[in-house]
């Protein structure tokens, strides 16, 4: 049987309308619906400082970010600080693209987004097609059976998929695809993918997603080291219990807290990542711990599994998680154990398999 692109498709009846959150997910219900607990005062508050943070923000960015590289180079501290604090959302679009690099390779590559899309095809469209629908379900936008939302996700990574064949698509992709297609359009969003996974600015992101996620098991192995040291009564208890990152933590990897991460935090999250790089992974991960620490030791197996993969409420509070993550210093750790890692282990290489021989640390 002669398989169909997703654009031969029908679009699904349109989905009954329900209450949505700002970000655009279905509500879920709750006594603490958003704002309801908030006084007109406040409210009013909030506005006045977001559209303050605003004003600011457009005056450092310039008219669709002209000035960025400008006050960039002259006030690298302030950008961190600002960034830190969180992007305003009508700009984090604009912004994601200026810090991940993702706008200077657009501009490089006029047309050939259009030309993947349209002219090439890829062998993994049946298993895009597939997983679509499991991408960010409760979001408005990709609500909708074969709609926009959808095929502007098959879009981009049916693209993605040809641009790059070695990687092609494996599922985790769909999230951070989805993420960005929230903020921009489709074109945009392929090339800051593109940015991530080559590594327009930070490390490459490539090996998250080559054939037995090498870079996963690097991450995994630096993590499990960094709580060892950080948190030891902790990661003596994760021994005892028989407890390993591969357990709990390779989403957070695969697809930087937005799998299963309040969107919220995840988008402050997300705002760090793509100007800081993937250490803030690790900064959230030991946080997180470190949050919960004293809870998570007193637990057996079955519960400490359960609790790592749904931590509370408070501690996905972005205004209490993220400065103590930003509290924990690894950078020159990190890089420390990503060396050990690969003399061990051997250099990732693209068919996903280390080197033959391991390549020793420069000196």
Not at 12 to 31: E, I, T
Not at 140 to 153: D, K, N, T
Not at 308 to 328: G, H, R, V, W
Request: one cysteine or more; a positive charge.
């Amino acid at each position: 049987m002669e398989k169909k692109r997703l654009d031969e498709y029908e679009p699904g009846p349109v989905p009954s309308p329900r209450a949505l959150d700002r970000f655009g997910f279905v509500k879920q219900d709750s006594n603490n619906s958003d704002g309801l607990l908030k006084s007109r005062s406040a409210f009013e508050y909030e506005r006045y400082r977001e559209e303050r943070r605003v004003r600011k923000w457009r005056k450092m960015i310039g008219v669709g970010g002209s000035d960025w590289k400008h006050y960039l180079r002259r006030k690298p501290h302030v950008v961190k600080r600002r960034i830190r604090k969180g992007i305003p959302d009508c700009l984090r679009g604009l912004v994601w693209q200026l810090i991940s690099g993702s706008r200077d390779l657009l501009l490089m590559n006029p047309g050939v987004y259009e030309q993947l899309v349209i002219y090439e095809t890829s062998a993994s469209e049946l298993d895009i097609i597939r997983d679509i629908s499991r991408t960010f379900p409760s979001h408005v936008f990709f609500q909708q059976r074969h709609g926009p939302g959808q095929r502007s996700l098959y879009n981009v990574l049916k693209a993605y998929s040809v641009f790059d064949r070695n990687v092609g698509y494996v599922q985790g992709m769909g999230f951070l695809a989805g993420l960005l297609l929230l903020y921009m359009s489709e074109e945009d969003a392929f090339w800051l993918l593109v940015a991530l996974l080559k590594g327009a600015v930070h490390a490459p992101m490539e090996g998250l997603y080559l054939a037995g996620l090498p870079l996963v098991q690097q991450y995994l192995s630096q993590y499990e080291c960094l709580v060892r040291e950080h948190l030891p009564k902790l990661g003596e208890h994760f021994s005892n219990e028989m407890i390993n990152p591969s357990m709990y933590a390779s989403q957070w990897f695969i697809t930087v807290f937005s799998y299963s991460f309040p969107f919220h935090l995840a988008l402050r999250i997300w705002d760090v990542f793509l100007s800081e790089g993937v250490k803030i992974v690790f900064k959230v991960g030991l946080a997180l711990l470190k949050f919960c620490h004293d809870d998570l030791i007193k637990l057996p197996f079955e519960k400490l599994i359960h609790a790592l993969k749904n931590f509370p409420e408070d501690a996905m509070n972005p205004d209490t998680l993220l400065p103590l993550a930003y509290s924990i210093k690894i950078t020159k750790r990190l890089e420390e154990l990503k060396q050990e890692y690969e003399k061990k282990n051997g250099k990732i290489t693209r068919s996903g398999e280390p080197s033959e021989k391991p390549v020793l640390p420069s000196v």
